[in-house]
């Protein structure tokens, strides 16, 4: 059993920055690929990126690609997302998942096993 706790959604204007936090709790991660969706207003959740428990490993969307940069630092049982360049299509809530699949399933939102609750991201132009 897995908690996470996201953190640094806010306000930001098109064409800045962003670094978005998620904290684990409950139980070590050990080997769980970890990663982000999101859901923007009127739409269905989208997966963004995952990475492998190393950190040597990560996966994209398309629309995020050479944008957003996922990481992890193990040793604070947390994630990150750093977001850059970002857009008025980035605006959603952003969701930390955790125990999933590296590759195209991780895009499948049935195959994570663990999820927060979101932090909201939004974009002006």
């Known amino acids: 059993q897995v908690q996470l706790v996201e953190s640094g959604g806010r306000l930001v204007q098109a064409g800045g920055s962003l670094r978005l936090s998620c904290a684990a709790s409950?139980?070590?991660?050990?080997?769980?690929?970890m990663g982000w969706f999101r859901r923007a207003p009127g739409k269905e959740r989208e997966f963004v990126a995952a990475?492998?428990?190393?950190?040597?490993?990560?996966y994209y969307a398309d629309s995020v690609k050479g944008r957003f940069i996922i990481a992890r630092d193990n040793a604070k049982n947390t994630v990150y997302l750093q977001m850059s360049s970002l857009k008025p299509e980035d605006t959603a809530v952003y969701s930390c998942?955790?125990?999933?699949?590296?590759?195209?399933?991780?895009?499948?939102?049935?195959?994570?096993?663990?999820w927060g609750q979101g932090t909201q991201v939004t974009v002006s132009s």
């Open positions: 990475i492998t428990w190393s950190g040597a490993s990560t």
């Open positions: 998942v955790a125990d999933g699949l590296l590759g195209a399933q991780a895009m499948d939102p049935g195959t994570w096993n663990y």
């Open positions: 409950g139980r070590t991660l050990r080997n769980y690929v």
